[in-house]
């Protein structure tokens, strides 16, 4: 069910399912972006650091955050366009073979003037492991309808 501005209230909250990252989705995010960081694609490398073994991309891991939230199919907000990202921040590393789903809670509605949608809405948004880690936090600004 997709929902207008006016039919959005503070506190909708939205639960997306789960997806695992891959090693495939590493080195296919490394290819398009061209971050050829070893600290995402060296096991050689990343073995004697903290985290021992290669982690995603944060840019990657944002871009899977908003790809879960379009994905979310139920009451989810007619979605004009991304309107932007606040207070962006890898808070936890996630390793290849970590499962992720994405939390996120209308916290402010504005109402705009615009040619094709009615509002902006402000999700504070997180992006959690399956074993309750979070491994990325932002608010989410979307145009609506």
């Not at 989705?25 to 073994?53: I, K, M, Q």
């Not at 073979?97 to 994405?102: F, K, R």
């Amino acid at each position: 069910m997709s929902l207008r501005f006016a039919d959005l209230e503070v506190g909708h909250e939205v639960i997306t399912h789960s997806r695992t990252i891959t090693e495939a989705d590493v080195r296919n995010f490394a290819g398009v972006s061209g971050d050829f960081n070893p600290l995402h694609l060296s096991e050689e490398h990343t073995a004697d650091t903290d985290f021992g073994e290669p982690i995603a991309h944060g840019a990657l891991l944002f871009a899977v955050t908003s790809g879960l939230l379009w994905q979310y199919r139920h009451e989810r907000p007619d979605v004009v366009a991304f309107y932007g990202v606040d207070s962006l921040r890898f808070t936890s590393p996630v390793t290849m073979g970590t499962s992720v789903h994405a939390e996120s809670t209308l916290v402010e509605k504005t109402p705009k003037d615009h040619p094709v949608g009615n509002g902006v809405v402000r999700y504070e948004t997180q992006l959690l492991t399956d074993d309750g880690e979070v491994a990325l936090s932002c608010e989410m600004l979307t145009l609506v309808e």
